[in-house]
Antibody, heavy 121, light 107 residues
Framework: EVQLVESGGGLVQPGGSLRLSCAASGFTFPTFWMHWVRQAPGKGLVWVSRINTDGISTTYADPVKGRFTVSRDNARNTVYLHMNSLRAEDTAVYYC??????????????WGQGTLVTVSS | DIQMTQSPSFVSASVGDRVIITCRASQVISNWLAWYQQKPGKAPRLLIYAASILQSGVPSRFSGSGSGTDFTLTISSLQPEDFAIYYCQQANSFSWTFGQGTKVEIK
């Protein structure tokens, strides 16, 4: 069974840092691209970042570029999101998602349960 | 950046109704479009990918169509478990963009 389990969320002050982790199981992790998607309370889905299979290629949404870094450890079946210089507007549930390629397009076929990040003083 | 606009933002419908949700991209995205369903407090669920391919395990009352800039999600006969928020998502560029969501509520 495919599972994605996020951890690392919590309350952090503006300007602070957090590292989110997503532990994957039930599939061959090194062969899948992975993404992070966030959702502010009561709001819609917003894509944050993606990382390719070997971790060499990464892409970020403009609001987090230069502050967030995505990485992965294929030996540990884990993807990370390092978040620096956090702002109130980064408050959201952060989801880790798997991208299977979706018939040569791109989509999220499995989602974690999400981890809540709250940025507040 | 590619923008995705869903309409309507809100649908009030009854069990058994046919519901159509549309999604328009700000530029051509071929068939690089997916649809998701989200229920309160839960992670989204993939329904449709590549504009028209039904994800495994999704009931056949859901269908998707379109190409280029205009896409639709159709629920042929609304069931009680279908009341949720639906999002479209484009993946034509290196980044993803989601629509703002369409809430389907019970009439």
């Amino acid at each position: 069974e495919v599972q994605l389990v996020e951890s690392g969320g919590g309350l952090v002050q503006p300007g602070g840092s957090l590292r989110l982790s997503c532990a994957a199981s039930g599939f061959t992790f090194p062969t899948f691209w992975m993404h992070w998607v966030r959702q502010a309370p009561g709001k819609g889905l917003v894509w944050v970042s993606r990382i390719n299979t070997d971790g060499i290629s990464t892409t970020y949404a403009d609001p987090v570029k230069g502050r967030f870094t995505v990485s992965r450890d294929n030996a540990r079946n884990t993807v990370y999101l390092h978040m620096n210089s956090l702002r109130a507007e980064d408050t959201a549930v952060y989801y880790c998602v798997r991208d299977p390629g979706c018939s040569e397009t791109s989509c999220a076929d499995y989602w974690g349960q999400g981890t809540l990040v709250t940025v507040s003083s | 950046d590619i923008q995705m606009t869903q309409s309507p933002s809100f649908v009030s419908a009854s069990v058994g109704d046919r519901v159509i949700i549309t999604c328009r991209a700000s530029q051509v995205i071929s068939n690089w479009l997916a649809w998701y369903q989200q229920k309160p407090g839960k992670a989204p669920r993939l329904l449709i990918y590549a504009a028209s391919i039904l994800q495994s395990g999704v009931p056949s009352r859901f269908s998707g169509s379109g190409s280029g800039t205009d896409f639709t999600l159709t629920i042929s006969s609304l069931q009680p478990e279908d009341f949720a928020i639906y999002y479209c998502q484009q993946a034509n560029s290196f980044s993803w963009t989601f629509g703002q969501g369409t809430k389907v509520e019970i009439k």
